[in-house]
């Protein structure tokens, strides 16, 4: 009995430790008292906690001291807002200052740039913004053009294009200096015969020629042959000039043949001319370029 009495009294005083309590327990509350002790343990001392965020990174969230933990936490992001300026055709980044976890709200302006250029080129020409600008926000182009001055000295097609340094001809002047007796003439004959054959060679660099035949006879002409290869041949009259009447009362007739000889250019050329005629009395093939 006494034993038991000892047991008894050393559980009673263990309750009375974890309860931090002094009063007597009776035997019948010892169910009560053991179940306080254990519902008080378990339950320990949690936090309900509010935490605002300041940094982009991890953030742990621990109890703070006197707490066994957390039963609650409320997280509030701070978040900036910030205003930034493009200076790049590249655009830009932007981030949250130290204190801040993140960004709220951004408001970008661009930085564009007023630009004159002055096209000094007949290429293609790539206009950018300077360093430090975002864009070009307004542009001016204003080309450069020449008065130019030259002088013509021979009697071919000229190309007039602008110097160095500008964009195109604002105007030309062209002053002639071919002379006045640069025309060439060969004449390939000039006789009775009644038929007669001949040649000429025009240059390489001639692009353009007549041939004017000229006879004169006392029956109708036969006619007059031209030819040549690499040649185009274009008579450009049909007229002769006389009378038939007069003609047969031993009286002359006169023809005149007209023809406009074309090539290209770089090659020398062989022009044939062959003349029929019917009791010619004269006949005279002149090429002139």
């Given at each position: 009995?006494?034993?038991?009495?000892?047991?008894?009294?050393?559980i009673?005083?263990?309750?009375?430790?974890?309860t931090?309590?002094?009063?007597e327990i009776?035997?019948?509350d010892?169910?009560k008292?053991i179940?306080?002790?254990?519902?008080t343990t378990e339950a320990?001392?949690?936090?309900e906690?509010n935490?605002?965020?300041t940094?982009?990174?991890t953030?742990?969230?621990?109890?703070d001291?006197?707490?066994d933990?957390i039963?609650k936490?409320?997280?509030?992001p701070?978040?900036?807002?910030?205003?930034?300026?493009n200076t790049?055709?590249n655009g830009?980044?932007?981030?949250?200052d130290?204190g801040?976890?993140?960004?709220?709200k951004?408001?970008i302006s661009?930085?564009?740039?007023?630009?004159?250029?002055?096209l000094?080129?007949?290429?293609s020409t790539t206009?950018?913004?300077?360093?430090g600008?975002?864009?070009?926000?307004?542009?001016?182009?204003t080309p450069?053009?020449q008065?130019?001055?030259v002088?013509?000295?021979s009697n071919k097609?000229?190309?007039v294009?602008?110097d160095?340094?500008?964009?195109?001809?604002?105007?030309?002047?062209?002053?002639?200096?071919v002379g006045?007796?640069?025309?060439?003439?060969?004449?390939?004959?000039?006789?009775?015969?009644?038929?007669k054959?001949g040649?000429?060679?025009?240059?390489?660099?001639v692009?353009r020629?007549y041939?004017?035949?000229?006879a004169?006879?006392?029956?109708d002409?036969?006619g007059c042959?031209?030819s040549?290869?690499?040649?185009t041949?274009t008579?450009t009259?049909?007229?002769?000039l006389g009378?038939?009447?007069?003609?047969?009362?031993g009286?002359?007739?006169y023809?005149?043949?007209v023809?406009?000889i074309?090539?290209?250019a770089?090659t020398?050329?062989t022009?044939?001319v062959t003349?029929?005629?019917?009791?010619i009395?004269?006949?005279?093939?002149?090429?002139?370029?």
């Open positions: 009995m006494k034993y038991i009495k000892n047991f008894l009294q050393d009673a005083a263990a309750i009375r430790e974890k931090n309590k002094t009063d009776k035997t019948e010892f169910p008292a179940n306080s002790i254990v519902s320990g001392k949690y936090q906690k935490v605002e965020l940094t982009p990174y953030t742990a969230i621990i109890a001291d006197g707490y933990g039963t936490v409320t997280v509030k701070k978040l900036q807002e910030k205003t930034a300026e790049s055709p830009i980044t932007v981030y949250p130290d801040y976890c993140g960004l709220g951004v408001t661009h930085k564009l740039q007023t630009k004159s250029v002055e000094t080129s007949t290429s206009v950018t913004p300077d360093s600008y975002a864009a070009i926000g307004s542009l001016s182009i450069k053009l008065d130019k001055t002088t013509i000295t097609t000229t190309t294009t602008p160095s340094g500008y964009c195109g001809l604002k105007s030309v002047k062209a002053t002639s200096n006045s007796s640069n025309l060439t003439y060969s004449v390939l004959w000039c006789n009775g015969a009644s038929s054959s040649s000429v060679t025009i240059p390489a660099a692009t020629a041939l004017i035949v000229h004169s006879t006392q029956n002409f036969a042959s031209v040549g290869t690499g040649l041949i008579r009259n049909s007229n002769d009378d038939p009447a007069s003609a047969v009362n009286g002359f007739r023809s005149v043949f023809y406009l074309t090539k290209s770089g020398a050329r022009l044939s003349w029929n005629g019917n009791a009395r004269h006949s005279c093939p002149v090429l002139i370029y």
